[in-house]
């Protein structure tokens, strides 16, 4: 299974961008997906994931501000950012969870100027 993240470049502090994560597969075999950033210095932390039920949950830093969906027709996830902030700049990965497995994309770099 491959995962393939993208949309991911330089902001201005306020802008909006929109990740996407496209599957090998059909997407339908995951129970649930999740996006994960990791900035320079910090823990990787979780940023939203979506489960096969469609009930999502975010981290108390990006509430508000970004939205996770997937789109089952064609086996993309997305990841919609808006007011960024410099604290969001990071690695943002995205994974497929089937279990027993989780499987990662590559990362795809977003940086906030302030």
């Known amino acids: 299974v491959q995962l393939q993240a993208s949309g991911g470049g330089l902001v201005q502090a306020g802008g909006s961008l929109r990740l996407s994560c496209a599957a090998s597969?059909?997407?339908?075999?995951?129970?649930?997906m999740t996006w994960y950033r990791e900035a320079p210095g910090k823990q990787r932390e979780l940023v939203a994931s979506?489960?096969?039920?469609?009930?999502?949950n975010y981290a108390d830093s990006v509430k508000g501000r970004f939205t996770i969906s997937r789109d089952n027709a064609n086996n993309t996830l997305y990841l919609q950012m808006n007011s960024l902030k410099p604290e969001d700049t990071a690695v943002y990965y995205c994974?497929?969870?089937?279990?027993?497995?989780?499987?990662w994309g590559q990362g795809t770099l977003v940086t906030v100027s302030s």
């Open positions: 994974t497929g969870r089937a279990p027993p497995a989780t499987y």
């Open positions: 979506i489960r096969a039920d469609g009930s999502t």
């Open positions: 597969r059909s997407i339908f075999s995951f129970s649930s």
